[in-house]
């Protein structure tokens, strides 16, 4: 049986924003960096990856832009300030949206950021509303593929883009091998609540059984493997602050970081999926 598509995937969000502020980089953005040198910051390597978005989607300037599972708002705050987009980010987060609308408030983009609370699969919104729909490392948390790519394709306009990027089991075969070890358990129950990793083949199945045109496909894993490890970094730099909030979580973050990075290229892949609706 799958699970509901309200299962919870929202604990670790509802944390105390300031945590998240301590490990990642100051535009709060968890998901993949891209890191074009090798000096490449943390910082500098995260708009990078959003300024790659924007390539893969296309954007120009002035698009609606949906983003399902929004984090603490990175990718539409910087879609509203630095190519002047109308963004709307959907989460079941209710912390993450009060950071968001601070911050939309001090960047001086509140008329450009919106957000909902919430799954996205439960939201009825205009169809034919947006111009780009963007999914970073939030499919992970959605049961029902076939259903989460239709309903996305429904929102966009006739030649708008999709990006996913998401962390991916190598092929079926690690799938079934994995799925039910003890550390994918912790990261899927102990950390988010519901989530299962996909063969990148499901979800390119999906895309296309929804109508979409496969524009591209990025391997990113080395990527987030050196990503993660400035993430471990931070954490052990700012234990104490961490562990203020709550004693032992920055033990509890660096074992959930160490667990996610140690299958990568071998058990796990991270890719980036771009579609278009083309007709």
């Known amino acids: 049986m799958s699970a509901p598509v309200t299962a919870d995937t929202n604990q670790h969000y509802d944390l105390d924003p300031e945590i998240f502020g301590q490990f990642l980089d100051p535009l709060r953005k968890y998901s993949s960096a891209l890191y074009e040198n090798d000096t490449d910051t943390l910082e500098l390597a995260q708009r990078n990856k959003l300024r790659f978005v924007a390539r893969r989607l296309g954007i120009q300037g002035g698009e609606q832009l949906l983003d399902i599972g929004c984090g603490w708002g990175s990718l539409i705050l910087f879609m509203a300030q630095e190519y002047g987009c109308d963004t709307l980010g959907v989460s079941p987060a209710p912390r993450q949206h009060e950071y968001i609308a601070t911050q939309a408030l001090a960047r001086g983009v509140e008329r450009q950021v919106r957000t909902r609370v919430g799954h996205f699969e439960e939201m009825e919104l205009p169809a034919k509303s947006q111009d780009a729909?963007?999914?970073?490392g939030s499919i992970v948390?959605?049961?029902?593929?076939?259903?989460?790519?239709?309903?996305?394709?429904?929102?966009?306009?006739r030649g708008g883009s999709l990006y996913v990027s998401e962390s991916c089991?190598?092929?079926?075969?690690?799938?079934?091998?994995?799925?039910?070890?003890?550390?994918?358990?912790?990261?899927?129950?102990d950390i988010f609540g519901w989530g299962s990793l996909r063969p990148l083949s499901e979800l390119v199945t999906a895309a296309e059984d929804a109508g979409f045109s496969i524009t591209s496909v990025d391997d990113l894993t080395d990527q987030?493997?050196?990503?993660i490890e400035d993430w471990i970094a931070n954490v052990d730099v700012a234990?104490?602050?961490?562990?203020?909030?709550r004693p032992g979580l920055a033990a509890q973050l660096r074992h959930y970081l160490e667990v996610a990075n140690a299958?990568?290229?071998y058990t796990t892949k991270h890719y980036a999926l771009g579609c278009r609706k083309a007709r």
């Open 263 to 265: 299958g990568w290229g």
């Open 224 to 227: 987030y493997r050196r990503t």
């Open 141 to 157: 948390h959605m049961p029902d593929l076939d259903r989460v790519f239709i309903e996305a394709r429904a929102v966009l306009r």
């Open 239 to 245: 234990a104490d602050l961490i562990d203020a909030h």
């Open 133 to 136: 729909v963007t999914m970073l």
């Open 169 to 189: 089991f190598r092929n079926a075969a690690a799938r079934r091998a994995f799925d039910e070890r003890a550390g994918t358990e912790f990261v899927r129950n």
